[in-house]
Every structure is written in C-alpha cells, then in structure tokens.
C-alpha cells in the first residue's frame, strides 16, 4: 500500500479505536479500526510501516486519555501517549516485518492459504504480545486501551470467561488479519486467489458462532447484601476541602441510607466505601474510627473503607481495612490491604532527580511516595454467613490481569472495586475503567462491587449485566443481592497460557519474517 493511503487510513483506524470505546461506546467500530490498522501495515517497508504506527497510536492515544489534560495540563498526557504510541510504532514495524518475510518463504508462496493462516495468527500474536509488554513495562506498565476493553457490552463479552483479555483480544485482531490478509492476496488475480479468503471465511463464522457461547458458570452458594455508597465528594487532587469533608459525606450517605433501610425493615450484610474515603490515617484517627463503629453497630454489618496508611519508614500505603462495631476488624492484619499497583507519576515519583529537572512543578505535586502492597489480595469481612473472602482492587488495580488472578487464586467470593475518579471531572476515564471491571466480573466470574467516591458506581453481576448503578457526581448508595462464587472459569485456569502461546506465535512468526527476508537480501545480493 502506498505511503499516501497507509498512514490516513491507519489514522482512521486509530480514531474509530477511540470512538469504539467509551464514553461514545460504538463497540462494532472495533472491526473497522482493526481492520485499517493491519491493511496499513501488511507487508509493508519498515519506514511507511513505523509511520502508519506513529498515525494510528495518535489518533488513538491522544483522544483516549486525554482526561489526564484535566487538572495536570498537557506534559503527563503528552508523556504517556509518547510512551503508548510507540508501541504501536514497535508494533507496526513488527507486523510489516513478519508479514513481509513470511510471504517470501518458499514454501508459503507455494500454498497461499497456509501463507495467510501463518500471516493472521503471527499478526495477533504480534498485537497480543504489544499489549503484554506495554500492561507490564515502563514503571509497571499501564494495560488500558487492549481490543478486548471495547467488547464489554458486546455479545462477544463472554467469551473473556473462557479465553481471557489476551485471548479476547487475539481472537478479534486474528479474524480482522484473515480478512485483510485475504484481501491483499487476491491482487494480482489468480486462478487459486479464491482460495486465500478461506481462513478468512472459517474466521469470521467462527466469530459469528462465539456470539451464542454463554458466560462460564461457577457454583454459588450464598447471597450476600451488599451496600455501596458514593458521596460524591471533592476528593480531587486540587478541590477546595477542608480535612474530614471527604469522610463526612460518605457518613452522612450511610447515615441516609442506614435511616431508609430502617424505614422498610431491611439489613445488609457489607457496606464498602470507596477509596480514600476514610481520608487519612484512619486507624490512627479515635474519633472517626469511633464515628465508622458507631454506623457499623447500627447497620449490624462490617465497612470496608478505603483510607491512606502511613509506615514507620516513611513511605505509604493506599489501603483498605475492615471496621466493625468495636473498630478495625481482628486481627488486623488480614483486615488490611495494601494496593499492588501505585500509579507512578501520581502515588509515588520514579527517578525523582530526573523528572524533577525537567518539570519541577508536577513532581513536587507528588509530595507522598506510596509502596507496592504486599499484603494478600483478600480481606475475610464477618458476616452472618461468617467470614466471606472479598477480593480487593483499589483502582487501577481492576486494570492488571495479575490482581485478578492472585484474588480469585486466594480465594475471594466477590470483588470489591473502590475507586476516585475525582481527580478526572466528568471525562472518559470513569467509564473506560467501569467497562475493565465489568469485563473482570465476566473474567473471574464474580460480582464487582465498583464503587467510586464521584462515580460512575456500579454493583456488577458475574455475567457482566448491572444489577444497580449510581450516576456520576450524584450522592448515594446502591444496595444488591449479589451471589458469593468459587472456583475459577476458564479464563483464570488458562487464561495466561492463552496469553503466552500468543505471544509466542507472534515471536516465532518474528523469526520466520526475519529468516523470509534474510534470505531474500542475500538471494539478491547474489544475484547482483
């Protein structure tokens, strides 16, 4: 494809990426954009190929999460998207390179159908394997803006309880490659050009087919009530607050819904806070620990409160604890976790020095260096059903695939998911983090509670549906019956097999694109 049509379409492709995912929520345009993206690298040269990339992660990033432009201006927005597009540009040129080479080896040239079955399963090997590195590196990686994401209220969403995000995400790019890959083939025409867009056929029925697989099931055995409350707070990094005003409107929430259950004779059996809600220092603090007992003994039920935690050494953690009618939950040490994945440039400064010299004024806003957690990933909350295993992720924590499996492997029967979304106004990011948890509730096959201090809060059912929401910047609370689960789905069985056997396609495919044009230069060069 020449230059002048690759890098606009591969534009394209990017923004309906964007467009395919919230707030505007088109989840069909995820075809489309996947689609353009491939067609611009197929077989490519490696500079129109990197600038395709340079086009489509562009067009994608900058709008994706433009909500960090909110309160911290454009140099973090503009650092991260540099940091996110060229991966697509990696990817780009990995793409071009491997579908290039592959297509001069002997032996595919000779049957076109196994050159773009090879093609297509490399391609999203490839994409998979751009999407695990980027959620795992620089400085923890950041896992947002993966094919999967897009298909959360699709009827493709189930499919994550059998094959994972990985999977999902390869499933979908590897239909749009066979397509793509077929295309191509057809040009020049040849009496066998028909039999190129066989894989791309037995792709899409197969997609079409997946349409009808259920959610995978697993057994549950109580029903646990539980209440969750946003108190739509000021809770943003530069809101006008005085101290204890985040933690007095989530009392007074729970006080207002404590007085309607009361009213209609009903109980529940967890109320959860979202995170920072118990402000800071929560367990050092008498009178507000007494204040969330005395609520506690009234609803007859344990909070879960998210609140932030100093250390003797100096450092910090973003935590929850449990609190009961007689203060923190015993022992206190399984009634404690510690969030896993800080957000760096925001809960704690990476090479401070460095940053420091380029932008003193932001790395001074990072005034607390909070630690990774290391404390198990589920909390035991007392009820009436006894001590009932709650997963916890504060956050961004909803977002890695390694949270989800460490809480289903420690056996939680439900998710709590608390969050502030405060510090990005009325953007994109609350929905596009809302649609990660409802897919981790199809994932894992558990209820997610996710619960945020200025929403979009949801209580989330196993098979992804809404069993109760509270809009964004709303005071409330939300209460459900939500079924308590265990075992693992498929999805957490094999879900990182999935992932690695992608990205391993992808490498071998790499290796056979890099031996295809070996061989060609060094053909060449003989015969010049």
């Given amino acids: 494809m020449p230059w002048w049509i690759a890098v606009p379409l591969a534009a394209l492709g990017g923004w309906c990426f964007d467009l395919a995912n919230p707030d505007t929520s088109v989840w069909p345009l995820v075809f489309p954009s996947v689609l353009l993206i491939l067609a611009a690298w197929w077989q490519q040269r490696p500079g129109v190929a990197m600038l395709a990339g340079l086009a489509a992660g562009s067009a994608f990033w900058l709008p994706h999460i433009s909500w960090l432009t909110l309160y911290l201006g454009p140099i ?9 597009v060229a991966w697509f540009v990696l990817q780009g040129l990995c793409t071009a390179w491997a579908t290039r080479g592959i297509r001069t080896l002997p032996w595919f040239r000779r049957r076109p159908t196994w050159l773009l ?8 090997g490839v994409w998979v394997l751009r999407e695990g590195v980027q959620g795992v590196w620089p400085y923890g990686g950041f896992p947002w803006g993966r094919v999967a994401h897009v298909l959360a209220e699709s009827p493709l969403s189930a499919l994550v309880s059998w094959v994972g995000f990985a999977g999902l995400s390869a499933v979908i790019v590897v239909v749009c490659a066979a397509v793509v890959g077929g295309s191509i083939s057809v040009f020049p025409c040849t009496s066998s050009a028909w039999r190129a867009f066989i894989p791309a056929g037995v792709a899409v029925a197969i997609l079409a087919a997946a349409t009808l697989i259920p959610v995978a099931s697993l057994p549950n055995h109580e029903s646990l009530r539980v209440a969750a409350i946003q108190g739509n707070s000021k809770s943003g990094i530069f809101d006008d607050r005085e101290n204890g005003d985040v933690f007095a409107d989530h009392v007074r929430a729970t006080e207002e819904l404590l007085d309607a259950l009361e009213v209609d004779n009903e109980h529940v059996d967890v109320i959860v806070w979202p995170e920072n809600a118990g402000e800071f220092a929560l367990t050092d603090n008498p009178l507000r620990g007494r204040e969330v007992a005395l609520l506690s ?12 935690l100093a250390d003797p050494d100096g450092s910090y953690t973003n935590s929850s604890v449990v609190w009961g009618p007689t203060g923190q939950q015993q022992p206190k040490e399984t009634s404690r976790y510690d969030k896993r994945f800080p957000v760096p440039f925001a809960e704690y400064m990476p090479n401070r020095d460095f940053f420091h010299a380029l932008v003193p004024d932001l790395v001074d806003l990072v005034q607390l260096e909070y630690r990774t957690g ?3 990933t589920v909390m035991p ?3 009436q059903f006894g001590d009932v295993l709650a997963g916890i992720a504060i956050c961004f924590d909803i977002i890695f695939d390694e949270q989800a499996e460490n809480m289903v492997q420690e056996g939680a029967e439900l998710i709590l998911a608390q969050s502030n979304n405060a510090d990005f106004g009325r953007t994109d990011e ?3 983090q809302l649609q990660i948890a409802r897919l981790r509730a199809i994932e894992t096959g558990r209820a997610v509670v996710n619960i945020s201090t200025v929403g979009t809060s949801a209580i989330i059912a196993p098979d992804g549906h809404d069993i109760a929401t ?3 910047f709303i005071e409330g609370a939300v209460v459900a019956d939500v079924p308590l689960v265990s075992g693992s789905t498929p999805a957490l069985r094999y879900g990182a097999t999935i992932s690695l056997v992608w990205m391993l396609i992808g490498g071998a495919g ?4 890099g031996v295809g044009l070996f061989r060609l230069r060094r053909s060449t060069t003989r015969a010049q």
Avoid: E, Y
Avoid at 76 to 84: C, E, I, R, Y
Avoid at 297 to 308: C, F, N
């Fill in 76 to 84: 973090p927005w503009l650092a991260l998207s540099t940091v996110m």
């Fill in 117 to 124: 079955v090879a093609q297509a399963l490399t391609v999203a």
């Fill in 297 to 308: 003994k009234r609803a007859d039920a344990q909070i879960v409160i998210g609140t932030v």
């Fill in 374 to 376: 290391t404390t198990p």
């Fill in 381 to 383: 909350v007392d009820t």
């Fill in 430 to 432: 609350n929905v596009q």
């Fill in 470 to 472: 509270i809009p964004a």
């Fill in 510 to 513: 790499l290796l056979a694109g």
